[in-house]
């Protein structure tokens, strides 16, 4: 059974840092490329960072250049996300996405709820 498990959510102040976590199972994860996304409250969900399926590049949203590091440990099944100077804006749902590098195939985890406020 496929599973993402996020977590490392929760409530921070503004230029706080937190470090999300997706443990994943039930598929071969050094075939797959994973990316965090996130979704605020009536707002399309976006892409924040993805990276290579043996983390040999990666790639970031303007707007998280500078500020977050998504990182992968293929000897664990995780992919992190280190999230600095948040701001209130970053506010959102995120989520973890795998998708195979040669086939059609993708998975979502559930989500974490990461809230920036004072």
């Known amino acids: 059974q496929v599973q993402l498990v996020e977590s490392g959510g929760g409530l921070v102040q503004p230029g706080g840092s937190l470090r999300l976590s997706c443990a994943a199972s039930g598929f071969v994860f050094s075939s797959y490329a994973m990316s965090w996304y996130r979704q605020a409250p009536g707002k399309e969900r976006e892409l924040v960072a993805t990276i290579t399926s043996f983390g040999g590049s990666t790639d970031y949203a303007d707007s998280m250049k500078g500020r977050f590091t998504i990182s992968r440990d293929n000897a664990k099944n995780t992919v992190y996300l280190q999230m600095n100077s948040l701001k209130p804006e970053d506010t959102a749902v995120y989520y973890c996405?795998?998708?195979?590098?040669?086939?059609?195939?993708?998975?979502w985890g559930q989500g974490t709820q990461v809230t920036v406020s004072s």
């Open positions: 996405h795998a998708a195979h590098v040669f086939k059609d195939w993708e998975y």
